[in-house]
């Protein structure tokens, strides 16, 4: 996939590193000459220094074959501009625009006019801040957030202390809103699980819970033997 990222800030140069370690083909245009300089050190992609918002910048980043434009700046207003004319230069492109206000976030993805521009409209803010909350009001999990679906997915460590260990899943008592959707053995070998499988003595499982259900899964794979009710 050829990707282009506007953008070499944190989130940019962030996004670039990993998709280029996924073998993805990727370009970024900064507009800051000392920036540019210091990100094509260390991108093994081609960083140009220009303006996005200028159709002769999208052209050389050769946006026609792009499959995805990133508009990834702390500018609203640069990001919105560049993703409207990278779509009007390839129809086909998908569009990823970063939204540092929050606020803005929901009319650029409910606006109808909006939306054959933005195909994909995140605000790292706004997923910070659900991030850090529900660390807050439910502590202790390494977790990805669903924040739409009021879901989460979450890991948990698993040795032969643990009550779970050895168990089938259908044994568990997992509450109805959650499901183990992947188990690795404690040498990371992958068992997508039915519920006949069973936990092994040491390894990861990973749950896909809705979040009202996390405190009850948490309760069921942090028990230690001995200690179940």
Do not use: W
Not at 126 to 155: H, M, S, W
Not at 190 to 203: F, Q
Request: hydrophobic share 40%.
């Amino acid at each position: 996939m050829f990707v282009i990222i506007m953008g070499a800030g944190r989130v940019g140069t962030l996004v670039a590193r990993m998709l280029e370690n996924g073998g993805h083909d990727v370009t970024i245009i900064e507009a800051n000459k000392e920036r540019a300089r210091e990100i094509s050190a260390v991108i093994a992609g081609l960083v140009i220094e220009g303006d996005a918002t200028d159709q002769k910048t999208l052209e050389e980043a050769n946006v026609k074959q792009a499959d995805v434009f990133a508009a990834l700046t702390g500018r609203d207003d640069a990001n919105i501009l560049a993703c409207i004319l990278a779509k009007h230069i390839n129809p086909k492109i998908t569009t990823i625009l970063r939204i540092s206000d929050p606020r803005n976030k929901k009319v650029f993805e409910e606006v109808e006019d909006l939306k054959r521009y933005f195909d994909i409209v995140i605000s790292p803010e706004e997923t910070a801040a659900k991030y850090i909350f529900r660390t807050i009001v439910t502590p202790g999990f390494d977790r990805v957030l669903f924040p739409k679906e009021g879901a989460e997915i979450v890991q948990f460590q698993i040795t032969e202390e643990c009550a779970v260990a050895g168990k089938p899943i259908k044994e568990l008592g997992l509450p109805k809103d959650s499901l183990i959707v992947a188990v690795y053995d404690e040498k990371d070998s992958l068992t997508i699980p039915s519920g006949d499988t069973r936990i092994p003595n040491r390894g990861t499982v990973v749950v896909f819970a809705k979040n009202s259900a996390l405190q009850e899964v948490k309760r069921v794979f942090e028990a230690k033997k001995g200690e179940e009710e």
